[in-house]
């Protein structure tokens, strides 16, 4: 697997790094940040979503990512969807579905 690092919060010090990374061949987002506490995890849970048990699934997470790194998240959908964009060139298999 190959990551491909966006960006970090530039408002961290060096013992707490919320970061964004792009796996282009999975086309996945990959986020390291800050576990949410236990309240935000019970409102989660308690969130009712259509066609979707409720609670948190595992091998899934809840976590929070800072405001100020939208910009590096919206840097890193493009990038995704580049990759994306690239390997349906070449004439993959369209796997993200959308229509």
Known sequence: MKLT???IDPATDT???PTV???????????QSYTA?????ATCARTQIPGHSSGCPEGEGIFRVP???V???????DV???SHRRR???GGEDVSGSS
């Open 5 to 7: 690092f966006i960006g």
């Open 15 to 17: 013992d707490e790094s």
């Open 21 to 31: 990374w792009v796996d282009e061949e999975a086309e996945d987002l990959v986020f």
């Open 37 to 41: 506490d236990d309240e935000t995890v």
């Open 67 to 69: 405001f100020r790194m």
């Open 71 to 77: 910009p590096m998240i919206r840097e890193a959908c």
């Open 80 to 82: 995704a969807e580049r």
């Open 88 to 90: 349906l060139a070449q």
